[in-house]
């Protein structure tokens, strides 16, 4: 995970790799409590409120379909958006969007998984 500052970005955690998308899954977003255990160079972010700025996402394997309404994706044609291996890294932006999101395999048992990183902002 990264915080953007004024100063810019700096590294204070690890992404998510390799999530399965078998079943129709949302993205898990870090806590308020998680985030205020995020820590940078030293103490520099503690006891920050740190709000989700952006999330990067790409998939492995194959390809996944994802909603960006919060219902659930089908693997069939019409089924949501699709994002294929190929595709460069996909950004949401804002809490509320990625909270919504939804992803399933775009083809039964394919074996896709999603790689994701959170950026992070010193709410205000």
């Known amino acids: 995970m990264l915080a953007i500052?004024?100063?810019?970005?700096?590294?204070i955690g690890g992404s998510q790799y390799g999530i399965t998308?078998?079943?129709?899954?949302?993205?898990?977003?870090?806590?308020?409590?998680?985030?205020a255990q995020l820590g940078?160079?030293?103490t520099e972010f503690r006891a920050r409120t740190l709000a989700i700025l952006e999330?990067?996402?790409?998939?492995?394997?194959a390809a996944v379909r994802?909603?960006?309404?919060?219902?659930?994706?089908t693997a069939?044609?019409?089924?949501?958006?699709?994002?294929?291996v190929t595709n460069a890294p996909v950004v949401f932006i804002g809490e509320r969007a990625i909270r919504a999101l939804k992803f399933i395999n775009a083809t039964a048992?394919?074996?896709?998984?999603?790689d994701y990183s959170f950026f992070f902002q010193e709410a205000v």
């Open 5 to 11: 500052t004024q100063s810019g970005v700096v590294p």
């Open 21 to 35: 998308t078998a079943a129709a899954i949302g993205i898990v977003v870090p806590t308020t409590a998680q985030r």
């Open 40 to 42: 940078g160079p030293g």
């Open 55 to 61: 999330m990067w996402l790409t998939v492995e394997v």
């Open 66 to 73: 994802f909603t960006t309404d919060g219902t659930t994706p």
């Open 76 to 84: 069939a044609a019409g089924g949501g958006h699709i994002l294929n």
């Open 109 to 114: 048992a394919n074996g896709a998984l999603l």
